[in-house]
């Protein structure tokens, strides 16, 4: 059975840093694309970071290049998504997911909110 699970969000002041994961199971974790996304209030849910297969690149929206760094352990088959310098308009829930056998899976993902 796949699994996504998200953990790591909260509260943080503008400028602040987070990390989060997406611990994964049920399917052969280096060998897929995994993928987060945001959606805020009100908002469609927008690709945030993007980590190739077995790792081999990434890509990020325009609005968190140079501030989000996608990474992947495949020891533990976790997905890491390192935020800095953190802004308001980052406040949103945010999900990892991954397509497998062409059915896209979600983790149920983590709220983020950036706020003084």
């Known amino acids: 059975q796949v699994q996504l699970v998200e953990s790591g969000g909260g509260l943080v002041q503008p400028g602040g840093s987070l990390r989060l994961s997406c611990a994964t199971s049920?399917?052969?974790?280096?060998?897929?694309?995994t993928y987060w996304y945001r959606q805020a209030p009100g908002k469609e849910r927008e690709l945030v970071a993007e980590?190739?297969?077995?790792?081999?690149?990434?890509s990020y929206a325009d609005s968190v290049k140079g501030r989000f760094t996608v990474s992947r352990d495949t020891v533990w088959n976790t997905g890491y998504l390192q935020m800095n310098s953190l802004k308001p308009e980052d406040t949103a829930v945010y999900y990892c997911?991954?397509?497998?056998?062409?059915?896209?899976?979600w983790g149920q993902g983590t709220q983020v909110t950036v706020s003084s």
């Open positions: 997911s991954a397509r497998i056998d062409g059915v896209t899976h």
């Open positions: 049920g399917f052969a974790f280096r060998r897929v694309s």
């Open positions: 980590m190739t297969t077995l790792g081999a690149g990434t």
